[in-house]
């Protein structure tokens, strides 16, 4: 007998990096949009807390899909015709772009003055981060593009997916919802 995900649906496996990726990036970005209305203090230190927490489980999970895609492949997806090439492209900038985030927002720390958590954890603190306001404000100009076309883009996704479930009524959304919702 064949594998879950070898039948024409994603393990479930699949199913929760999926979903948790989904509801990690949602948390991380509705965070670093809301930061600045929190009080200065112990509200925002734990808005900031959960938004880098959050950035960092999401590049965890994306090294665990990327290991659980070689485990397991996902099952053969049925496309119209002539879109196989631009839905890899698409699909590939939401695997990178925490990767790209995660630099961008980490080296916006750096130009603050402020020690990352990797460099505390392996105690390399003795080299001092340097301070540089032009620096700092490209960093997050740049870690607030790719947040919003990482936003972008799953959006396309999850209309793409909404458009082949209503319009061409076929299984691909429920391919990749658990059982229990799409029956």
Known sequence: MKPEHMRGRYSASAQFFHWL???????????????????????????????????????????LRIIW????????????????????????YPSLCPLDRRASGGSGHAVRGWQTDAVVRFRRNRFPWVKDKALEHSAKEIHEWLANGLIVLAALHASAALAHHFRLRDDVLKRMLPRWIAE
């Open 69 to 92: 895609r070689f485990i397991a492949p996902p099952s053969p997806e049925a496309s119209p015709a002539g879109l196989g090439r631009s839905r890899r492209e698409i699909r590939a």
């Open 21 to 63: 990726s989904a509801l990690l990036v949602g948390v991380a970005w509705l965070l670093g949009q809301l930061r600045e209305d929190f009080e200065r203090g112990e509200p925002r230190r734990i808005v900031d807390f959960v938004h880098v927490s959050s950035g960092q489980l999401i590049v965890a999970l994306l090294a």
